[in-house]
């Protein structure tokens, strides 16, 4: 199996990467000046100071999103790789293994941003707004959930998201390493919280028991449109090993869409009109790539961004916006502080991908294997008379297929 083959969804993290920070950096920055600072307790930029060039001719914000394109491939991705990491490992030793794999490269692009935001304020002579008990449950992915704090960053979300499909996932490994069409019950379940929500929605539980149920088919219910986009994904994985015909990944691709966006239709989902159009756009990108693999050619400057797309959207949220910020408070032309902000975090990203990320892939996997403890066979389960995917020897050093994350910045759930 050549290494083309699963390459495809590799290079696409590069240009996903680029589609949010640029959406980032260009246009939710600039366009809605007080969303993004606030968070970090900043004033916004007055009006006097003028938007990149570019902002008001990439990011209209009414038919389409960058950042929102960015999120859906990075959703899709992760989809189709997924099941493959669920042929290594058993459920508990998948979630341990994605847990090392993601956690420490958020944790530390959020410190990182953190401190350059304490550094603005120390220089401003100002108190520093966060308590450390905030920041430390913030720099936990997935605290959130458990520990309702205020947001940070805009990104953390996207995270978030990818722990409960990791979760979802794990419930259903067998039938996803396996091939089995059984796994869609998945989301389709999902699909059935989001029609109990839009019945119920104005019902209040009257008992404990009644409440406890009711919160598991809201969170279900909340996050169900995005997680059932997530396995179209999936969908392309049963056809990639020999699961689903053509015809059939057709029809999964269109009724999963279609459930996705039914399920955003029915329930308050934050999805706007744009953002599911840049889903959409982003699932023809996706489908388009996959069909024509074999041009996916293995090419430095997509490897280099694959590599570090994932520190890159750990990082450069907040510290983009503190230099953004701050360069254009001081009088610096737009457009040169996006350079700037972009050239810093993308070195700041290599970095982290080089002292963070790297170890912990290793660690992931040894982790995950013991717990799982079983061989690893080279060839994974396809149907029968389907061509064998091997993972070792795909050529996506130094991530291999199984550990393409899918981890995508945001501003605000559905874009970003």
Same mark, same amino acid.
């Given at each position: 199996?050549?290494?083309?083959?699963?390459?495809? =969804?590799?290079?696409?993290?590069? &240009?996903?990467?680029?589609?949010? #920070?640029?959406?980032?950096?260009?246009?939710?920055?600039?366009?809605?000046?007080?969303?993004? #600072?606030? &968070?970090?307790?900043?004033?916004?930029?007055?009006?006097?100071?003028?938007?990149?060039?570019?902002?008001?001719?990439?990011?209209?914000?009414?038919?389409?999103?960058?950042?929102?394109?960015?999120? !859906?491939?990075?959703?899709?991705?992760?989809?189709?790789?997924?099941?493959?990491?669920? $042929?290594?490992?058993?459920?508990? !030793?998948?979630?341990?293994?994605?847990? #090392?794999?993601?956690?420490?490269?958020?944790?530390? !692009?959020?410190?990182?941003?953190?401190?350059?935001? !304490?550094?603005?304020?120390?220089?401003?002579?100002? $108190?520093?707004?966060?308590?450390?008990?905030?920041?430390?449950?913030?720099?936990?992915?997935?605290?959130?959930?458990?520990?309702?704090?205020?947001?940070?960053?805009?990104?953390?979300?996207?995270?978030?998201?990818?722990?409960?499909?990791?979760?979802?996932?794990?419930?259903?490994?067998?039938?996803?390493?396996?091939?089995?069409?059984?796994?869609?019950?998945?989301?389709?379940?999902?699909? %059935?919280?989001?029609?109990?929500?839009?019945?119920?929605?104005?019902? %209040?539980? /009257?008992?404990?028991?009644?409440?406890?149920?009711?919160?598991?088919? +809201?969170?279900?219910?909340?996050?169900?449109?995005?997680?059932?986009?997530?396995?179209?994904?999936?969908?392309?994985?049963?056809?990639?090993?020999?699961?689903?015909?053509?015809?059939?990944?057709?029809?999964?691709?269109?009724?999963?869409?279609?459930?996705?966006?039914?399920?955003?239709?029915?329930?308050?989902? +934050?999805?706007?009109?744009? /953002?599911? *159009?840049?889903?959409?756009?982003?699932?023809?990108?996706?489908?388009?790539?996959?069909?024509? $693999?074999?041009?996916?050619?293995?090419?430095?400057?997509? $490897?280099?961004?694959?590599?570090? /797309?994932?520190?890159?959207?750990?990082?450069?949220?907040? *510290?983009?916006?503190?230099?953004?910020?701050?360069?254009?408070?001081?009088?610096?032309?737009?457009?040169?502080?996006?350079?700037?902000?972009?050239? *810093?975090?993308?070195?700041?990203?290599?970095?982290?991908?080089?002292?963070?990320?790297?170890?912990?892939?290793?660690?992931?996997?040894?982790? %995950?294997? +013991?717990?799982?403890?079983?061989?690893?066979?080279?060839?994974?389960?396809?149907?029968?008379?389907?061509?064998?995917?091997?993972?070792?020897?795909?050529?996506?050093?130094?991530?291999?297929?199984?550990?393409?994350?899918?981890?995508?910045?945001?501003?605000?759930?559905? %874009? =970003?």
């Amino acid at each position: 199996m050549s290494a083309g083959r699963v390459e495809f =969804a590799n290079a696409l993290r590069g &240009p996903a990467a680029l589609a949010v #920070v640029a959406s980032h950096f260009l246009g939710t920055f600039w366009l809605d000046r007080a969303g993004t #600072v606030g &968070p970090l307790k900043l004033a916004p930029l007055p009006a006097s100071i003028e938007n990149p060039y570019l902002a008001p001719w990439l990011f209209p914000h009414v038919a389409f999103n960058w950042g929102a394109f960015g999120v !859906g491939l990075f959703f899709l991705i992760s989809g189709f790789v997924i099941p493959f990491s669920l $042929q290594r490992y058993n459920p508990l !030793g998948f979630l341990v293994a994605r847990a #090392v794999r993601i956690l420490p490269v958020y944790a530390a !692009g959020f410190l990182i941003g953190v401190a350059s935001l !304490g550094l603005l304020f120390a220089a401003r002579g100002e $108190q520093f707004p966060f308590s450390p008990w905030h920041v430390a449950t913030h720099a936990v992915a997935g605290l959130r959930a458990i520990i309702p704090v205020d947001r940070i960053d805009g990104v953390v979300w996207t995270i978030e998201m990818e722990i409960r499909f990791y979760v979802v996932c794990a419930i259903v490994a067998g039938l996803l390493a396996r091939g089995r069409i059984l796994a869609f019950a998945a989301p389709l379940f999902l699909f %059935g919280t989001c029609i109990v929500m839009a019945l119920l929605g104005n019902v %209040g539980p /009257s008992s404990l028991l009644a409440r406890g149920a009711w919160k598991f088919v +809201t969170v279900a219910a909340l996050n169900g449109p995005f997680l059932m986009f997530m396995f179209i994904g999936v969908a392309v994985n049963f056809h990639f090993r020999g699961f689903l015909t053509r015809r059939a990944l057709a029809a999964m691709v269109v009724g999963l869409f279609g459930l996705f966006l039914a399920g955003a239709a029915i329930t308050p989902s +934050t999805l706007t009109l744009t /953002s599911r *159009v840049s889903y959409a756009v982003a699932l023809a990108v996706f489908l388009l790539a996959y069909r024509f $693999q074999g041009a996916w050619a293995t090419r430095r400057p997509l $490897q280099f961004l694959a590599a570090v /797309s994932y520190p890159l959207y750990a990082v450069h949220a907040i *510290v983009g916006y503190v230099i953004l910020w701050t360069l254009a408070r001081v009088g610096f032309p737009a457009g040169a502080g996006v350079i700037i902000a972009f050239g *810093v975090t993308l070195l700041l990203s290599w970095v982290l991908h080089r002292l963070i990320e790297m170890p912990s892939q290793t660690m992931a996997q040894l982790v %995950g294997l +013991t717990l799982s403890a079983k061989a690893v066979a080279p060839e994974v389960s396809t149907r029968p008379g389907a061509a064998a995917v091997f993972l070792e020897p795909v050529a996506i050093s130094p991530v291999e297929a199984s550990d393409i994350l899918a981890t995508p910045p945001g501003v605000a759930q559905g %874009g =970003a």
